[in-house]
């Protein structure tokens, strides 16, 4: 009956603390830590939100009554770690990123990362099973770099879906430039050429880097390059220390006349498949660039 009465008084405590944390400020330390080392020491989903990741928290807290709910931040990216584990690869130090090495973990259903070098850092991301590794398209000249990377079996001129990378160089040390308006400035460039129907939606991504990434869907009823069908774009942008990148999923459908509705749940879905994406310094390292899918910083 005493140590049923400690557990009782331990568990008590521990959530005064956790409650007592969150009055004092400590949101901000977990959402510093989330924006770290989410990718590295834990891998949170898109949707998470800092609330689940506190939740995460207090349920470590309930199994560690020893602690008193006072946590070393090891010991909480420990409780994030054992909520949201990493794939394998990530958390040992995935070496793999050639196309044929990323082409043979596709076909044995691995998770397989990709690591890019664009200007003046590093661009890492999960690769999506439905793209080939192999580039189908690449060039970097005048501060802008562009990759282009298709299904098997597709061509430029005939595809149903298509994965860009791009970085343009030095555009992060522009001050009024914000990821919103660089996104909100090419979806009404995008309108324009849309008439009647046009959709597109921001998606909400307040977990973990928040200020550093933006990702936004449109959609166009009748593509201006291929009229027969419409097209739909999850476009994916991140602020490096000097660079710009952005990320893009295209995907062609069935063309239609008026605007429709954006399945979010969709595309949070495809950006999902896309994490986690993170820049890493550019060191004198060669491929397959270690450092860079390290857990620790």
């Excluded at 890019?116 to 080939?132: E, G, K, N, V």
Aim: aromatic residues 6%.
């Amino acid at each position: 009956m005493p140590r049923l009465l400690l557990a009782l008084i331990c568990l008590l405590i521990a959530t005064f603390a956790a409650a007592s944390r969150a009055d004092d400020g400590d949101h901000d330390d977990l959402k510093a830590l989330a924006m770290h080392d989410n990718g590295r020491s834990f891998c949170a989903p898109p949707l998470a939100t800092l609330a689940d990741l506190q939740a995460a928290i207090d349920r470590y807290n309930r199994s560690h009554l020893d602690l008193m709910g006072l946590l070393t931040p090891d010991q909480t990216r420990d409780a994030l770690a054992q909520a949201y584990p990493c794939p394998a690869h990530l958390k040992s130090g995935f070496q793999a990123i050639t196309p044929e090495q990323l082409n043979h973990l596709i076909q044995h259903g691995e998770q397989a990362f990709s690591v890019t070098p664009i200007f003046h850092q590093l661009l890492l991301m999960r690769w999506p099973a439905t793209f080939a590794p192999q580039a189908r398209y690449e060039r970097s000249e005048h501060g802008d770099y562009l990759r282009i990377s298709l299904p098997s079996g597709s061509s430029l001129e005939h595809w149903q879906q298509m994965l860009t990378i791009t970085g343009s160089e030095n555009q992060a040390r522009m001050p009024a430039l914000s990821l919103e308006k660089l996104i909100q400035f090419g979806i009404q460039q995008a309108a324009s050429q849309c008439a009647g129907s046009f959709s597109s939606s921001a998606l909400p991504l307040e977990q973990i880097a928040q200020g550093q990434i933006y990702a936004a869907v449109q959609s166009c009823g009748h593509s201006p390059d291929a009229p027969q069908n419409s097209e739909s774009s999850l476009i994916l942008a991140l602020k490096g220390s000097d660079d710009i990148y952005t990320i893009r999923w295209d995907e062609r459908g069935p063309a239609y006349d008026t605007a429709q509705a954006i399945d979010t749940q969709l595309w949070l879905q495809r950006l999902a498949q896309l994490m986690p994406v993170r820049l890493c310094a550019l060191t004198q390292e060669k491929p397959p660039y270690p450092s860079c899918l390290q857990t620790s910083p």
